[in-house]
């Protein structure tokens, strides 16, 4: 279903609301021809992470980027939160759309739903990019741990009840002063409209859900991701795209896939690669998913 706006305009993208798995997902879409991408956020974002990613990559292909449940324009009622349920609403996503196999790509915290979904669906999933992207199980649980260097955030979003007692509210102040400030590194990329497009989701009755959720099953799934990445494993190609987080992504995954992996690094820009380097990051997954059309 094709639906007005409720976030600004960009030019070539339309927006739509799909009903799966007991939820309504809000995705968007650009681009006439060409292979199929997903992409599918991280935190503290929506699909408007994508913002400017999405037309550069709709030259070649056909795009969508979605709403995980509980997060942007996706609905967030009572229900369940986690990467699992949040895998099969992907999987029957892409069988909404009748696009797959896509190239999937998926960044931050959607890693172990990505994941999950390459791993169970494989019918779905032409090649894997990771971005800025660690997996429970090898190694994100780590940046949890603030006496090694982690970040405070998690365990607060983690805690049943305490998101909900110390953000709602404050989702500007969170958000506009600490979340992006704090990860970023290219002045002037992540903007006033940007922030102000964040804070009206987040801000929403219960729009800490999705991001609660991911959370909370990020500190447990550890062991059931091992399993997945051994059986059945993942054979597409991997793309692992690195920035403020060096060299995380590309040791994670080669850890986990049994497929060779392709690195690259984009030097000088922080966590929010989308964001930040649209331009250069659109090159490195046009050069991949070209090689993997070829073939």
Known sequence: MTVAPASPTVPEITHHHAEVNGTTLHYVAAGT???PILLVHGFPETWWAFRKLI?????????????????????????????????????LLIAHLDVGPVHLSGQDISGATVFRLATTHPEDVLSFTAIEMGLPGFGLETLADVTHGGSWHIGILAAPGIPEMLLAGREREFLGQFAFPALS???????????????????????WRGAI?????????????????????LSVPVLAVGAGGGPFTADTMSRAMSAEVTSVSLDGVGHYAAMEAPEELAKAIHDFTAHVDAA
């Open 33 to 35: 021809s060409g292979s």
């Open 55 to 91: 037309p550069l990559l709709a030259v070649n292909h056909r795009v969508f980027a979605v709403d995980l449940r509980g997060f942007g324009d996706s609905s967030n009622e009572p229900g369940e939160y986690d990467s699992k349920t949040s895998a099969e609403d992907l999987h």
């Open 185 to 207: 590194a290219t002045p002037g990329a992540i903007t006033d409209t940007d922030i102000d497009e964040f804070v009206r989701t987040y801000a929403r009755p219960d729009g």
């Open 213 to 233: 959720g991911l959370y909370q099953s990020m500190l447990k799934e550890g062991p059931e991701i091992r399993t997945l990445a051994k059986t059945p494993g």
